[in-house]
């Protein structure tokens, strides 16, 4: 069964909304980080504010690790509404999302990431099918924003990987455990 891998970037106070506001600081660890995700993500799950977010960046972006691999994997939208701009490789998703991630987790593949997309990471944690969470918590406290954990059930995390960045963002990999 393929995992689902949730990748989020996150202030110490835990907040997630707009990572550009207080991710200040990018080093080689952390390049190496995200190259090390990526690897093994065949399949990306985004919420349609990312998607909006994202659609208008990265296809000309040439931000590496990055740029090249969203811009060419599968990626599966939830949405309410089909959005009018059309991003390369990209199948919009209409109605019960974690039923379509519980199927999709059945069919054969490599990791299916989540990137960004507060609400979607919420709402597939709840849904028990988010498998691993890598964490990625700079040292600012960002005071306000959406947080990733607001309105989460309880999850007991399994710590398989951590590590200090040079510029002091603490890498944190976490199996979500099973029941």
Same mark, same amino acid.
């Given at each position: ?152 059930? *309880?999850?007991?995390?399994?710590? *398989? ?19």
């Amino acid at each position: 069964m393929r995992k689902v891998v949730a990748f989020e970037w996150l202030s110490l106070d835990g907040v997630a909304e707009d990572p550009d506001a207080f991710m200040t600081s990018w080093d080689e660890v952390m390049d190496e980080h995200l190259a090390q995700v990526i690897s093994s993500q065949d399949t990306v799950l985004l919420g349609h504010r990312t998607y909006d977010d994202w659609a208008a960046f990265w296809p000309s972006s040439d931000i590496e690790p990055f740029a090249m691999f969203i811009n060419g994997v599968e990626k599966f939208v939830a949405v309410s509404t089909v959005p009018a701009s059309d991003w390369g490789n990209v199948t919009f998703v209409e109605g019960d999302f974690a039923a379509f991630v519980a199927e999709l987790k059945q069919r054969p593949g490599g990791d299916i990431g989540v990137h960004g997309s507060i609400e979607l990471v919420q709402s597939l944690l709840k849904a028990k099918l988010v498998d691993e969470l890598r964490l990625v918590v700079t040292p600012v406290v960002q005071g306000g924003g959406r947080r990733l954990f607001e309105e989460t059930p *309880t999850l007991q995390l399994i710590l *398989t990987r951590h590590e200090v960045s040079p510029s002091g963002s603490l890498l944190l990999d976490y199996l979500v455990a099973t029941e």
